[in-house]
């Protein structure tokens, strides 16, 4: 058997988790190509509490809720996880590293190597720390005293 390796970073709040991921894959036999083993990722996942959670309608990376989070090329992945009795426990959004001219991406093998990915999973953090105290703000200021 050829098995896959992952590797798994992660940051956490109180409402949200941010983690970039590696794994390698086997190449393909009869392929030839200018990729790398490599293919690094970066996921939020984002719980109920979070004032993001809410936007997130479906299982879809074009929406509304996708549109202004900072991730490389875009949202190329949502899943909205669900417990036994079919509530919403969290919501992952995230984005691969494996788009068209993103080959280089495909060689770097350490978090050293990739700290471009890394510096994305810290945008994405912030800014999901400060979606959350902004909302936070907004919910609790009397803006009829203004």
Known sequence: MNWNHKDEWSVRSTDFMVQVTRHSVQPIEGMEGDEGENRW????????KHPKFSEFTKEAIYQPATENIPLHGGCSFCRIHVNSA???TSVQVGADYNHLHDDE???FATQKEAWEVFHDGDKLFNYLDKFGKVKEVEATTDWSAA
């Open 86 to 88: 079919g509530e919403r």
């Open 41 to 48: 990722c970066v996921y939020a996942y984002i719980y109920p």
């Open 105 to 107: 991406f495909t060689f």
